[in-house]
């Protein structure tokens, strides 16, 4: 019996298809949103030539939180806790709200 041979899938043409699903769109922009800011604390924190154990230390969180916030997996995030990390590493937050499109 002969195999089909599957046709390559393109992956731009199926995230652009999903992202015509509200909920969908709106769950990617939420994690893509969390993925930014993790790899940006990371940055500023290597930067600053500061441990995830340190940084936990000075803002009074387990480490295991910063490796969740820094792998984009921390959902429960305040403003508050940004500016204090923000303020250790001796960074301001920048929030910008930009229309989806």
Known sequence: MKKKKSKPVDYEDL???QMQEPVFRGLYYQYYT?????LSLRQARRTAK???KELAQRINKPVLYIREIERGDCIELTINECVQIGNVLNHTIKVDMVEID
Not at 34 to 38: A, D, E, M, S
């Open 50 to 52: 500061i441990t995830q």
């Open 34 to 38: 969390r993925i930014r800011l993790g």
């Open 15 to 17: 995230l652009t298809e």
